[in-house]
């Protein structure tokens, strides 16, 4: 199986009961680390899809809950707990702290080990569909947000809008233009509501029948804005707009 598994387990013959048993059961990815520095150092190269925690070593009687804790801090995967101890009511409610999926004691058979694991692994899957939260929504849409998506034949294409030359009305529905080659996506709303849809300073309407694409503009004068081979009928307002905005250098006659 593809899953990585850590097991921190400072006794090499509880740790390799573990590992052994495993290995039996198909599992071939395995890391095994006795300190927790040896531990972080296993995070740092190859950071598991699941882990096996001793809370206590000889050295910290939390050491498992501090190496849970730092796992989590990367990324939510289930943890299983292997104690031997029950007294203390505090290393309990910190164990619990960091929402262990099981607690393996000592000693242990295979079957249970195997069926904590069984538990384990259908709790990866449900952490890996739960991934995509509200944060990584938003971080996701503002790496998106330079496009819109336009089903086409059951697919939604993504097009960015600066690929958008401009959009035109046309008998209850909007032509959208991109690219330079007259390319377009046909889509059944008005221009009003296109425009409420893309928030983009660069996408101006410019009459009843266009939204362009300023950045596009090829030549305009008075009477039109031309963009490639496409000529758009403005009005004075427009035009006075341009003649404001725009860097005008004219030639002599």
């Given at each position: 199986m593809d899953i990585k598994i850590l097991i921190f387990e400072d006794n090499h013959f509880v740790s390799e009961e573990i590992r052994v048993?495993?290995?039996?059961?198909?599992?071939?990815?395995?890391?095994?680390?006795?300190?927790?520095?040896?531990?972080?150092?296993?995070?740092?190269?190859?950071?598991?899809?699941?882990?096996?925690l001793d809370i206590q070593t000889p050295e910290d009687h939390l050491a498992g809950i501090k190496l849970?804790?730092?796992?989590?801090?990367?990324?939510?995967?289930?943890?299983?707990?292997?104690?031997?101890?029950?007294?203390d009511e505090y290393i309990k409610s910190s164990a619990f702290s960091t929402d262990p999926v099981a607690f393996l004691p000592k000693p242990f058979d295979e079957n249970?080990?195997?069926?904590?694991?069984?538990?384990?692994?259908?709790?990866l899957k449900q952490f890996e569909a739960d991934s995509w939260d509200s944060e990584s929504e938003q971080k996701i849409?503002?790496?998106?947000d330079d496009s819109i998506f336009i089903k086409d034949k059951g697919v939604f294409c993504r097009l960015p809008i600066n690929d958008i030359r401009f959009v035109k009305a046309?008998?209850?529905?909007?032509?959208?233009?991109?690219?330079?080659?007259?390319?377009?996506?046909?889509?059944?709303?008005?221009?009003?509501?296109?425009?409420?849809?893309?928030?983009?300073?660069?996408l101006v309407k410019v009459?009843?029948?266009?939204i362009i694409n300023i950045s596009k503009i090829t030549a305009f004068s008075d009477k039109v804005i031309i963009i490639g081979t496409e000529n758009i009928k403005i009005n004075a307002y427009i035009y006075d707009?341009?003649?404001?905005?725009?860097?005008?250098?004219?030639?002599?006659?």
């Open positions: 048993h495993l290995q039996k059961a198909g599992y071939k990815h395995i890391d095994v680390a006795s300190t927790f520095n040896d531990a972080i150092s296993h995070l740092n190269v190859n950071f598991p899809d699941l882990a096996i849970a804790n730092e796992i989590q801090k990367n990324k939510r995967i289930p943890i299983i707990y292997v104690t031997g101890f029950y007294g249970t080990l195997l069926n904590q694991i069984d538990l384990a692994v259908h709790k849409a503002s790496i998106l046309d008998h209850g529905c909007i032509q959208i233009y991109y690219g330079d080659n007259n390319l377009k996506y046909t889509h059944s709303a008005t221009l009003s509501t296109f425009q409420s849809w893309i928030k983009d300073d660069s009459s009843r029948k266009y707009k341009l003649m404001k905005v725009c860097a005008i250098l004219k030639t002599k006659k």
